[in-house]
């Protein structure tokens, strides 16, 4: 029996998206390419969301760079809390202010309050078994390494490949644009899928395709499902927000039919 798989990109807080792909595919299995926290309303809320669906045995949860960024003070914090090295909690407020930056400012502002000593167990829970690259295979399967049979890769940003700037394979698939590449993948891999650079549209570059479509602003969530060793098909929820900001995201490559799915409250299309 294969397993239906669909692929949800960057969230950035936004739950109801989440309800309106979970309602969309009721007896689907999901992957979460990562950013679901940062920049949208309630990060918390999509939080306990995936981590229910995990539980439940229905969802691989991937990291993202803001999921790296959220960790990285953590995980410095607690180094020091055993080692007293005040050179590890130098680097714990510096990855935690980096969060802050580049968009933890909002998770901090939902909570009403948000420093390393006080940290969300939740928001810990999640940030500590994130997976970095995964492979499905035709029967819906998900792999921690390249399977032997053809496969579709799953990647935050894009398939892990050695960079100068980010040595470390698994990290570069938390960052790298799309005109870094085209990328190198393993052999058996038909194509891959990622989100980390928003997209107007959801757009294939060789054998990558990029679905994310700046949901937290934009209102437009693509959902990827797989299917065997052919082309995904490509819904997009069209929820609230404004979608004509989506016009500021670069254009490349080629792109993609979809099927456009309207949601109680979205702007006119």
């Not at 229910?52 to 990291?63: H, I, V």
């Not at 968009?103 to 970095?132: A, H, K, N, W």
């Amino acid at each position: 029996m294969t397993r239906q798989v669909v692929v949800i990109p960057d969230l950035h807080g936004r739950p109801d998206l989440l309800d309106a792909a979970l309602a969309q595919y009721p007896e689907a299995y999901f992957v979460s390419l990562g950013d679901a926290i940062d920049r949208g309303p309630r990060s918390m809320k999509v939080v306990e969301k995936l981590l229910a669906l995990k539980k439940e045995g229905r969802a691989t949860l991937l990291m993202g760079n803001h999921e790296l960024m959220a960790a990285s003070g953590l995980r410095w914090y607690r180094q020091y809390l055993g080692t007293h090295d005040m050179g590890d909690y130098r680097r714990a407020i510096e990855g935690f202010r980096s969060w802050m930056r580049a968009g933890g400012e909002t998770v901090r502002s939902e909570l009403g309050g948000l420093t390393l000593e006080q940290f969300p167990p939740l928001l810990e829970e999640y940030l500590q078994d994130l997976g970095r690259v995964v492979y499905v295979t035709e029967d819906g399967a998900v792999h921690d390494q390249p399977p032997a049979t053809p496969s579709v890769l799953i990647a935050h940003a894009s398939p892990p490949v050695r960079h100068q700037q980010y040595p470390d394979a698994m990290t570069a698939a938390l960052w790298l644009r799309p005109f870094e590449g085209p990328f190198p993948m393993p052999d058996g891999v038909v194509y891959s899928v990622h989100g980390h650079t928003p997209v107007p549209v959801p757009a294939r570059l060789g054998r990558h395709l990029y679905i994310d479509m700046g949901a937290y602003e934009t209102g437009r969530l693509a959902l990827a499902e797989i299917r065997g060793g052919g082309q995904p098909k490509i819904t997009v929820l069209c929820g609230r927000g404004k979608p004509s900001l989506g016009s500021k995201y670069p254009r490349f490559g080629e792109p993609v039919s979809v099927q456009a799915v309207d949601l109680p409250g979205a702007p006119p299309r």
